[in-house]
């Protein structure tokens, strides 16, 4: 009888298996490039078969996605334009935005086909009888943000009985515990990339040939609006948290959108 050699070839087999730069080290390389590549490809097909089923059964005709169209949208709205391009996108405009971001929604919108994008503005009275001189955001940034975004989210998911959002755990904070889908006022409310990691979005980006941000290149990892954004300095690859740099040097750390329209005592219609 024969018995074949199935365990590891062993170190003195392999001169050069004792250095990283020896052809065990190349291996164990390739060996975890393969983990990380087939941790994303896996990560891509759950969240495509729960959008599947959310739009074409589930919810059918009954739910939107909001998109910021910031440093990582373009794989939520790339999923999205692969299932249903006519699916409606809301987009909050604020009115604080850089330009860099509606030029960026405008050439990936057109690229991905969609043809649903709905912008959700703030209501124009409120604006002029306490933002006049646009300074809200300074002087108070939960008001600033509960007319700019909040109210604005609310009415436009007025028929809608499901939203979904593209937040992710590792952003840390108040989203480390963040579940797939979950209750949010009247409605529900999905995270399909909820358990991605950062590796699985620059692999994503990166198989489907997506374009990023423009801002991302100058090192904004996180873009909101202009005066409540900063450059990250920081290295998401190496865990650091993404949204680093969004209400710098404030005891703030979100818009207040998901944190439910009755916390805010605001009407869809107004305020
Ligand atoms: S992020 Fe800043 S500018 Fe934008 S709505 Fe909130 S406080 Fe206002």
């Keep these: 009888m024969t018995l074949r050699e199935v365990g590891p070839a062993s170190d003195a087999a392999d001169p050069g298996g004792a250095s990283p730069s020896g052809s065990k080290g190349v291996a164990l390389r390739q060996r975890d490039d393969n983990v990380v590549v087939l941790s994303s490809r896996l990560a891509e097909v759950r969240a495509h078969a729960l959008l599947a089923d959310v739009i074409r059964q589930e919810f059918a005709g009954r739910v939107a996605l909001v ?106 904070g108040d989203r480390s515990g963040l579940a797939l889908v979950e209750a949010d006022d009247r409605r529900v409310k999905l995270n399909p990339l909820a358990d991605w990691s950062h590796s699985d979005i620059e692999a994503y980006l990166r198989r489907h040939s997506l374009p990023r941000h423009p801002l991302v290149a100058e090192g904004f990892l996180s873009i909101g609006c202009e005066p409540c954004t900063d450059r990250t300095f920081s290295d998401a690859a190496a865990g650091d948290n993404p949204r680093q740099g969004r209400w710098r040097g404030r005891d703030k750390s979100e818009c207040g959108i998901h944190l439910g329209i009755e916390r805010h005592g605001l009407k869809a219609s107004g305020m």
Aim: with cysteine.
């Design 67 to 172: 998109s910021s169209f910031g440093a990582e949208s373009a794989i939520l709205l790339h999923l999205v334009s692969r299932i249903d391009r006519a699916m409606p996108v809301i987009f909050i405009d604020t009115g604080r935005l850089f330009a860099q971001t509606h030029a960026y929604r405008d050439m990936l919108a057109a690229r991905l086909g969609l043809t649903d994008i709905r912008r959700a503005g703030p209501d124009a009275t409120l604006l002029s009888g306490e933002d006049a001189d646009r300074s809200l955001w300074r002087r108070d940034p939960d008001r600033c943000c509960a007319i700019r975004k909040v109210a604005p989210l609310a009415k436009a998911l007025e028929g809608f009985d499901a939203w979904i959002t593209g937040r992710k755990r590792f952003h840390g």
